[in-house]
């Protein structure tokens, strides 16, 4: 019988060392830290690395912000300038609604139930006409830029 050659390896566990006897590799036992069952196996070399050269870093491009068009047309700027003017119309008017909502709590139910109302047509309006001028200035855009 040969001198036995004793090792190291970890719990799969709790990765507590075990010394045994390398004939013992591939067998389960009982860990002495944690009592759960493990495989003792024999520590390996790792084999040398071969180093590749490093490859060069890989460059994104950074992506370009566009800058607004400058209106050639000039019904371009007047139409963006009605639809800013109703956006602004409907917000002071949700605002006028708003505020007379809050001194009209004592008017009662049907005053408050109209302020809100107020306030609702005033945004939609406002929003959806700046909208259809804005949908408007972008047509007239680009009617212009493909003649």
Same mark, same amino acid.
């Given at each position: 019988m040969s001198e036995p050659k004793w090792v190291i390896c970890k719990c799969n566990l709790c990765s507590g060392e075990i010394e045994?006897?390398?004939?013992?590799?591939?067998?389960?036992?009982?860990? @002495?830290?944690?009592?759960?069952? =493990?495989?003792?196996?024999? @520590?390996?070399?790792?084999?040398?690395?071969?180093?590749?050269?490093?490859? @060069?870093p890989v460059s994104i491009p950074t992506p370009v912000k566009q800058q607004p068009q400058p209106a050639d047309n @000039?019904?371009?700027?007047?139409?963006?300038g009605i639809g800013r003017v109703f956006y602004?119309? +409907?917000?002071? +008017? +949700?605002?006028? +609604?708003?505020?007379?909502?809050?001194?009209?709590?004592t008017d009662g139910e049907d005053?408050?139930?109209?302020?809100?109302?107020?306030?609702?047509?005033?945004?939609?309006?406002? =929003?959806?006409l700046n909208a259809v001028f804005k949908f408007m200035a972008e047509n007239v855009r680009q009617k212009s830029a493909r003649n």
């Amino acid at each position: 019988m040969s001198e036995p050659k004793w090792v190291i390896c970890k719990c799969n566990l709790c990765s507590g060392e075990i010394e045994f006897d390398a004939e013992h590799a591939n067998e389960t036992v009982g860990c @002495p830290h944690c009592k759960a069952e =493990t495989v003792l196996f024999l @520590p390996y070399m790792r084999k040398p690395v071969s180093v590749a050269p490093p490859t @060069p870093p890989v460059s994104i491009p950074t992506p370009v912000k566009q800058q607004p068009q400058p209106a050639d047309n @000039p019904l371009v700027s007047q139409l963006e300038g009605i639809g800013r003017v109703f956006y602004r119309l +409907g917000l002071a +008017g +949700g605002l006028f +609604g708003i505020l007379r909502l809050v001194f009209s709590v004592t008017d009662g139910e049907d005053a408050i139930i109209f302020w809100i109302a107020v306030i609702l047509i005033c945004g939609v309006i406002g =929003t959806a006409l700046n909208a259809v001028f804005k949908f408007m200035a972008e047509n007239v855009r680009q009617k212009s830029a493909r003649n």
